[in-house]
C-alpha cells in the first residue's frame, strides 16, 4: 500500500522562528510535491521535487523552502515563520507520468 | 494559469438521492489536461477517487462517475443514490503531464442523511 507520512501532525510556531515540515514515502516515487490549503483556496503548490537533489517552485513559493536529500524525504523549511503561513499543509508523491499523486494526512500549522 | 471552478458547497442531500458535483476547468499549460477527482473523508486524507487521462473518456469508482468533456471542459461528478458513507469533501483537479503538481478546485462538502 502506498504510503506517505507527515510530521510534525501539529505544530505551535512563533512569528519569526525556523519550521521545518518533514515528508517521507514509501513509495518509490521520483516526484514529491508540498501543498498548503486555506479556506477559500484549493490546495495550492508550494514546492515540488523531481527527485533527490532537485527542488522547484511551485505556485505560491515565496517565504518557504525545500530540500529533497533522498527519494524518501522532502522537507520544507519556514525560515521565518509568519502568521499568514499559518495552514494545513500536505505533501505527496507521484510518479514520473503524473498519473496519480499520494497524499499524507496533513500538518496543521499555527504561526502566532 | 490553469484553474478549476466546482459546485460550491455544503451540499446537503439525503440518503438514496442523487448527487451531482460541477467541476469546470481551464488548462492554459496543456491542451487535454489529467482530470481527477480526490475525496476526503472525515478524518481521513486525501484520496484519489478516480482519474481520466483521455478525453471523451469515462472513469468510475464506489458508484461515481465522471466523463472527460473537453467541449465544454467540464468533469462532473456523479452517483444515482447516495450513502450516508459518501460523506465527505470532493475535489476536482487537473495536472498537465508534466509531473508540476495538479490545480485543484476549491473542494466540495457533501453530507448525506439518513
Known amino acids: 500500500e502506498a504510503a506517505v507520512t507527515q510530521s510534525p501532525r501539529n505544530k505551535v510556531a512563533v512569528t519569526g522562528g525556523k519550521v521545518t515540515l518533514s515528508c517521507n514515502q514509501t513509495n518509490n516515487h521520483n516526484n514529491m510535491y508540498w501543498y498548503r490549503q486555506d479556506t477559500g483556496h484549493g490546495l495550492r503548490l508550494i514546492h515540488y521535487s523531481y527527485g533527490a537533489g532537485s527542488t522547484e517552485k511551485g505556485d505560491i513559493p515565496d517565504g518557504y523552502k525545500a530540500s529533497r536529500p533522498s527519494q524518501e524525504n522532502f522537507s520544507l523549511i519556514l525560515e521565518l515563520a509568519t502568521p499568514s503561513q499559518t495552514s494545513v499543509y500536505f505533501c505527496?508523491?507521484?510518479?514520473?507520468?503524473?498519473?496519480?499523486?499520494?497524499f499524507g494526512p496533513g500538518t496543521r500549522l499555527l504561526v502566532l | 494559469g490553469d484553474s478549476v471552478t466546482q459546485t460550491e458547497g455544503p451540499v446537503t442531500v439525503s440518503e438514496s438521492e442523487s448527487l451531482i458535483i460541477n467541476c469546470t476547468y481551464s488548462a492554459t499549460s496543456i491542451a487535454y489536461p489529467n482530470l481527477f477527482w480526490y475525496v476526503r473523508y472525515p478524518g481521513e486524507g486525501l484520496q484519489l477517487l478516480l482519474k481520466?487521462?483521455?478525453?471523451?473518456q469515462k472513469g468510475s469508482s464506489r458508484g461515481f462517475e465522471a466523463t472527460y468533456n473537453k467541449e465544454t471542459t467540464s468533469f462532473h461528478l456523479q452517483k444515482a443514490s447516495v450513502q450516508e458513507s459518501d460523506s465527505a469533501v470532493y475535489y476536482c483537479?487537473?495536472?498537465?503531464?508534466?509531473?508540476?503538481?495538479?490545480?485543484f478546485g476549491l473542494g466540495t462538502r457533501v453530507s448525506v442523511f439518513p
Open positions: 481520466v487521462i483521455t478525453a471523451g
Open positions: 483537479a487537473l495536472g498537465d503531464n508534466y509531473a508540476q503538481g495538479l490545480t
Open positions: 505527496a508523491s507521484g510518479s514520473l507520468k503524473q498519473d496519480t499523486q499520494y
